[in-house]
């Protein structure tokens, strides 16, 4: 089917009770992945799957239905379906579209890649983490790759056709001795072809996890009090993106579930924080061309030294504000209706040197890598483990502890962000929310957090 010769007929069709909006998504998606664990590769999972959504918006309210069934048959009957659930004067859209296409730059399209030699990275990685230290007790490596085709047409005239390709691939190493067991960590991936594996070796993947599950199983336990805390590039943004990212998405903002409702033009932050969401980063994991209703990719400044400037919008958040949408509506598959997401998250890097940041801090924490955690998005208060951490003493990294967790409140961590250096890493991951998980990356310099509650198993520090 060719959706461009009857979007027309099939929008009209769900605007034919009323309606403000309607939009027909179809996607089709070709994907492979499978995982090694205790040496034995399993679930391996390869295939199309193949949808299209239809949304009608009606003021305030979204009506939303999908279905595997892509002829133009079947398309007709889900809009009829639709606009069953309006009932009001029928308004026309559009029948004639100009389309604009994007096509993905992987150099390497991961389905022309044999199985075999998907394989061979992930046993090479295996294999690495397994032959690091014989106190390595269990191996987990994991290999996806996609090609998303989707296709979105609207009644105000749109029509976009775009190619996304991910590949993923990461290792997670447990490893004990006697009773303690820590584990080790370690993905990349983004928006991004095979070619991912021509500057990262599944075997330094392999090592750099199980090496973190190592030196956690030595490292002595961490001091519990209020300290001053560095967090390292190396942990990307994942604290932002938790503790003040979701809280500048604009659906959760317009419900009353963020603290930063209101106060646009205020400071909220240190002077020397900026803060954006850019999906238009090349091969990030949060990148795209545009987003899932046909916004293109943008760069939105959410906090400019320390000023908070706007959030992220979707169509219906940026209608109801009066405002225009910044290209962060997203969603999981044809499945899901769209909402604000964000999709490449970041502090902007500062202007002081890494090495003064730690220098500066007579006793601290110093943070290389983030781990899992709890967010409350109403308030901001989050709890947030660290995988791996160093003692501060004098200025100079002292030995690494375990065991560590950081709390605090995400609103307020940002305005006792006192150095901001001029480094930057990434990390990345599947965000979820509203029971729909989308792929994105955060970053961060190295920074210091002048003072914040440390939970350890330790003694007071």
Known sequence: MNL????????????????????????????????????????????????????????????????????EDGLMTLARH???????????GATE????????????????????????????????ARGLDDRVRQVLVRY???????????????????????????????????????????PIGGTVGFELFDANDPSDIGLKAARQAILMLEADKAPTGVMPVVIGSEAGGTMIHEAVGHGLEADLVQKGLSKFAGRVGQKVASTIVTVVDDATMPQKRGSFAIDDEGVAAARTVLIEDGVLKGFLHDRMTAKKDSTVPTGNGRRESFRHKPIPR????????????????????????????????QVNTVNGD??????????????????????AALVGNGPEVLQKIDMVAGDHGF???????????????????????????????????
Not at 82 to 92: A, K, L, P
Request: charged fraction near 25%.
């Open 427 to 461: 990390a990345i991951g599947t965000c979820g929310k509203d029971g729909q998980g989308v792929p994105v990356s955060d970053a961060q310099p190295t920074l210091r957090i002048s003072e914040l509650t440390i939970g350890g198993t330790g003694a007071s520090g």
């Open 144 to 186: 996806g790759d996609s090609v998303r085709d989707v296709t979105i047409a609207n009644s105000s005239g749109g029509f976009w056709e775009d190619q996304r390709v991910q590949t993923l691939f990461l290792v997670h190493v447990v490893a004990a001795k006697d009773d303690l067991i820590q584990t080790g960590y370690e």
């Open 97 to 128: 579209f100009a389309p604009a296409r994007f096509q993905a730059a992987a150099k390497i399209a991961p389905w022309d890649v044999p199985v075999s030699q998907k394989l061979d990275k992930v046993l090479s990685a295996n294999e690495a």
């Open 4 to 71: 461009i010769d009857c979007a027309g007929d099939i929008l009209n069709t769900i605007l034919v009770n009323g309606g403000d909006f309607a939009e027909i998504f179809l996607e089709r998606r070709r994907s492979t992945s499978f995982s090694c664990e205790d040496n034995k590769v399993e679930r391996v999972v390869s295939g199309v799957d193949h949808g299209a959504g239809i949304r009608l918006v009606v003021g305030e309210r979204t009506l939303y239905a999908h279905t595997n069934e892509v002829s």
């Open 342 to 373: 964000m999709t490449n998250t970041m502090i902007v890097p500062g202007k002081s040197e890494p090495t003064n940041v730690i220098s500066d801090t007579k006793r601290g924490l110093f943070v290389r890598r983030m781990g899992g955690g």
């Open 382 to 403: 989050f709890m947030f483990e660290v995988s791996e951490g160093y003692l501060i003493r004098e200025g100079e990294m002292g030995p690494a502890v375990r065991g």
């Open 82 to 92: 639709v606009s069953e659930g309006v009932s009001g004067g029928r308004r026309d």
